[in-house]
């Protein structure tokens, strides 16, 4: 269902169940608003109906108890400059605090709950538990919107156990990201190619092995390519690896040519001897093809002829998902194999997908305008498990029907 056809909402309570996970900086700055402007189309057609709206969101992963580190304060009060309209911020998720805002809101006003993981029945794994909390949740509202795209994979209480004790419909962003995750795996214009990046190469092997299924053409670069670079038997000097995934890596490199499917991996990378994360700064950085990383230097970004091979690919397809940076990004000076992947899926006649997480803030932080892009994701390991072809719990429901 969609809002739409919820019918009248004019006074109605409407508890809707938004991504607010956004990152801040040391001074509690948001430094990336994009899942909350994301929330708005779907936010201003309910205050247009009249509807008295209540947030549910979460920040960060505090341990199911109060902690200030977490308040959803940051994102109230950017929320209302982008609304142009008071966003009450309740102290507490589902006591007196929060209650009284429920109470006091008029027809279009908009309350935000605090932080729903302060309460230890949010990520329970005990049913029980989850659903005294979702009741809690039921009571401030006639109807449940979920709206919160980047959290439908968690079997959470204002994801999951809400939507069953609610008459529910899922927002305008949970739709389209639904429909354009969903339509790339179900039916791809073809060439469809795919990169992935990041550090991580353990959170991908589920959506590799998928994806060797429906892609044409998987790239692989970020941190991840060096393991992947090591089971092809490379030295990879201090560059991150995940020893552990070598034999899956192994197996996906095999699984891809006797399918005729192509790997491309890094033919050079950027590398450097000394880098500091938390300061952001790198020292020397050189170029070196991947057969030739020297054993005290580590990778940080593609190279340059490797930002060649990686633009051809995505710019003769059809569509493409992306996931993951290539380099770190947010150090000056690492960001160049990023900004090249990001420019050739600019370039491609036909649909392009970021996917969420870090390539989403990627692409902004390295100043391209959104609309340059066919579809940037709000959900990070959500646009991932939809993509490893997984029925998530939050959209299940919403099928379900209530
Ligand atoms: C995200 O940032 O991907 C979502 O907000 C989910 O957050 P979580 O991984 O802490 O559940």
Redesign the pocket.
Known sequence: KSVSQLGDLAGKRVVVRC?F?VPLDGDKNITDDGRIRAALPTLNELRDAGARIVILA?LG?PKGEPDPKFSLAPVAARLGELLGARVKLATDVVGPSAKATVESLGDGEVALLENVRFEAGEKSKDEAARKELAEKYAAFGDFFVSNGF??VH?KEASVYDIAKLLPSAAGSLVKAEIDVLEGLTENPKRPFVVVLGGAKVADKLAVIDNLLKVADTLVIGGGMAFTFLKAQGLGVGNSLVDDASIEACTGYLKAAEAAGKRILLPVDVRVASEVDFGARTVGQVDVVPTDAIPADKMGLDIGPATEKLFGDAVRQARSVFWNGPMGVFEIPGLESGTRAVAQALTEINGISVVGG?DSASAVRALGFPEDAFGHIST????SLELMEGKILPGIAVLKEGN
């Open positions: 991504d996970n979460h992963r980047g959290v968690r997480g959900g990070g390991g959500a």
